[in-house]
T-cell receptor, first 117, second 115 residues
């Protein structure tokens, strides 16, 4: 079974702090994603990475950065946390390759509920 | 720009009923469509994935269909149980560019199955 783990289930930080959210997958997946989920807004893509050291902005990258130094690990960084970044953060991974038999099923971690006070 | 819509937003049914959740998308050029389940405060669990070349997928009491030309998918749940209570999300993957597989999500249907 694919396993995607996130470093924390719940996190409380203060405004202005630097925050690191870690995600690790154990299935050698090329693609990894960070989403945030908010009531009434659904899931929105923050950043994604399709290879080590490669990153692409999603729909709402402002205030965030990412790091992918190893294939299995994708980190989301809040350089200076703000209250409007209070949210549920979800990490996901998917195998790459557009080959005809690839299922390309996206697997999610359990989520990190971040509160910024 | 791809948009995914799920109707209804919430649904309450008595235990044992068969039910259908709907998902529609505006751009038929999709790579696949995935249905997820999310329990309160938890991550997403993949239920079914339908490739663009497929018409349906089944897993236990769940059956998902895909009509790409009309931009619609349905998730059919047979003989619903209280344990099925959750939010169900539909998501499509566009034709991948640069080896990336971004999902576009609907806003979900919150299902309550009453004992």
């Amino acid at each position: 079974d694919v396993k995607v783990t996130q470093s924390s289930r719940y996190l409380v930080k203060r405004t202005g702090e630097k925050v690191f959210l870690e995600c690790v997958q154990d299935m050698d997946h090329e693609n990894m994603f960070w989403y945030r989920q908010d009531p009434g807004l659904g899931l929105r893509l923050i950043y994604f990475s399709y290879d080590v050291k490669m990153k692409e902005k999603g729909d709402i990258p402002e205030g965030y950065s990412v790091s992918r130094e190893k294939k299995e690990r994708f980190s989301l960084i809040l350089e200076s946390a703000s209250t409007n970044q209070t949210s549920m953060y979800l990490c996901a991974s998917i195998t790459g390759g557009a080959g005809g038999q690839a299922r390309n099923e996206q697997y999610f971690g359990p989520g990190t509920r971040l509160t910024v006070t | 720009k791809q948009e995914v819509t799920q109707i209804p937003a919430a649904l309450s049914v008595p235990e044992g009923e068969n039910l259908v959740l709907n998902c529609s998308f505006t751009d038929s050029a999709i790579y696949n469509l995935q249905w997820f389940r999310q329990d309160p405060g938890k991550g997403l669990t993949s239920l079914l994935l339908i490739q663009s070349s497929q018409r349906e997928q089944t897993s236990g009491r769940l059956n998902a269909s895909l009509d790409k030309s009309s931009g619609r998918s349905t998730l059919y749940i047979a003989a619903s149980q209280p344990g099925d209570s959750a939010t169900y999300l539909c998501a499509v993957t566009g034709v991948p560019m640069d080896s990336s597989y971004k999902l576009i999500f609907g806003s979900g249907t919150r299902l309550l199955v009453r004992p």
